[in-house]
């Protein structure tokens, strides 16, 4: 016997036109990654029909000059007094190295945008696939050999839209979605439901949807769709992070830190900092080396950042590292009024100041690819593709543990060294580190970055490429462009007297 649940209630056959899926009828296949190796889609490990196009990417750094400014003039009023002296070598009294901001590259923006928003609608099918699972396995039985994992991976299926067609947020559709499951998990034979007649059938569709319904995580702000990350708005909500400023600490210390900490407070207080949220990344403390305590890494306690996160109305939030990068990552809205007045194009943008040590600044950059390559989910540059085929060929089930370890080892090792005290720009090696017997000399981080130095170069040539094509070059009205960031920025200095 097989009961069609689209019979029960034909309510449940359509999804709202507005979320761009005018029937039921979905192709069903099971899960596969799709990766774009095309030169022209400048993307590899996604699915490139997920990704905004180049030309909103550059519209949208461009647009982003103004909060970049605005940005960069808090920061230099409110902390650019405690910025290192090039006299005094007191770093009590000048604890910060320097102070930079930057706009993400158009490249950047993308590979962003699209590992973002794969990663939200992934994690969220994934847990409702599994939640259906639960709920099922408490009404029916399930068919003999058949474990969780296939049942998921058959969910997905029903889940994952075709090529195309817009991603839309399952728990939210889940009266759509729930009866296309029990359908064809029935219809296969998945679950046993030769006993249950269809106003049995009814009920326990409609006790499940109720639960999946009480579990939706709000991942998505258009109603029944996700934000589309194709558009303007849609980059900027997905790529929060377009704009950021780093403090560059000389020691780091929660003592020097307090001057930073105690800047930013008046910077909230006279309302031209908005914080949404404060996130401090510590090390575990079963990864240190013996004698050693947090207190020894910390840039700030958690005394000084409650205070912050106090007075900004923020939210707090402590990590434990799984890398071994410390920095502490402070999110700002940068939305306003006052830039919107210049262009509307100029508001809606988010930022991220991070305060970190200048040794750490430095590893940061190459180890954060490795972090990108380890999950597949993360999209890439191609211009990045001779790092990903040396770090993967290398990084495998054999050295995953040890070469993890070596990266939080020398996270460490470039948090302790003292200020002025490197004199060279090499890292501690494999053999300094004791990981030359337990890894391959390919992933000491001196060769990685030598890779990715080469890579960046090549990144770099493909932008100015791009930037120079005449489409790309004639999407934006420049001279007008150019006048509005003029006024802005006037608007900006005026406003931070």
């Not at 550059?58 to 006299?87: F, M, T």
Request: with cysteine; aromatic share 10%.
């Amino acid at each position: 016997m097989f009961i069609s649940l689209l019979n029960f209630n034909n309510n449940f056959k359509v999804v709202n036109n507005n979320s761009g899926v005018s029937s039921y009828h979905y192709r069903y296949n099971l899960p596969c990654d799709t990766v774009s190796f095309s030169g022209r889609a400048k993307l590899i490990g996604a699915n490139m029909s997920d990704a905004p196009s180049e030309i909103n990417c550059r519209k949208a750094r461009e647009y982003s000059e103004p909060a970049r400014i605005y940005l960069e003039s808090v920061l230099n009023k409110y902390v650019g007094p405690y910025v290192a002296d090039p006299v005094s070598k007191k770093s009590s009294d000048y604890p910060v190295e320097v102070i930079t901001s930057r706009k993400k590259k158009s490249g950047s923006i993308r590979e962003k945008v699209v590992s973002k928003y794969s990663k939200i609608y992934q994690e969220e099918s994934d847990q409702f696939a599994s939640q259906v699972f639960d709920e099922m396995i408490q009404y029916f039985k399930l068919k003999k050999g058949v474990d969780k994992e296939t049942v998921v991976k058959t969910i997905n299926s029903v889940i994952d839209p075709v090529v195309g067609q817009k991603k839309l947020p399952p728990y939210k559709n889940c009266p759509f979605y729930l009866s296309e499951i029990m359908d064809l998990l029935f219809e296969y034979n998945i679950f046993d439901v030769e006993s249950v007649n269809q106003d049995e059938l009814g009920k326990i569709y409609l006790e499940i949807l109720e639960s999946l319904e009480d579990s939706d995580p709000d991942n998505s702000l258009d109603d029944l769709s996700y934000v589309d990350p194709t558009n303007i708005n849609g980059i900027k909500h997905y790529s929060r992070d377009i704009v950021g400023a780093r403090i560059i600490m000389r020691d780091g210390s929660p003592n020097d830190t307090s001057k930073v900490i105690d800047a930013l407070k008046d910077a909230v207080k006279d309302g031209v900092l908005k914080i949404t949220s404060i996130e401090n990344n510590v090390p575990d403390s079963e990864r240190l080396p013996e004698n050693a305590q947090i207190s020894d890494y910390i840039y700030a306690t958690d005394a000084q950042l409650r205070s912050l996160a106090k007075d900004a109305g923020a939210k707090l939030i402590k990590n434990k590292s799984k890398t071994g990068y410390l920095a502490i990552h402070i999110n700002v809205d940068l939305s306003s009024d006052l830039l919107r007045g210049a262009n509307p194009n100029f508001d809606g943008y988010s930022g991220e100041i991070q305060i970190i040590g200048a040794d750490v600044e430095r590893l940061k950059d190459i180890e954060d690819l490795c972090y990108k390559l380890k999950d597949n989910k993360n999209a890439i540059h191609v211009a990045y593709k001779p790092f990903k085929d040396h770090f993967l060929k290398y990084y495998n089930e054999s050295t995953k543990d040890a070469f993890d370890d070596y990266t939080y080892a020398l996270y460490l090792s470039q948090r302790s060294i003292p200020p002025g005290h490197r004199k060279t720009a090499a890292f501690l090696s494999l053999k300094d580190l004791g990981f030359d017997k337990k890894l391959p000399p390919e992933l000491d981080f001196n060769l990685l970055r030598k890779i990715k130095t080469e890579c960046d170069n090549t990144f770099n040539e493909m932008e100015e490429q791009s930037a120079s094509l005449k489409s790309v070059k004639s999407s934006i009205n420049t001279e007008k462009l150019n006048s509005d960031i003029k006024t802005a920025k006037y608007l900006i200095s005026a406003s931070l007297k």
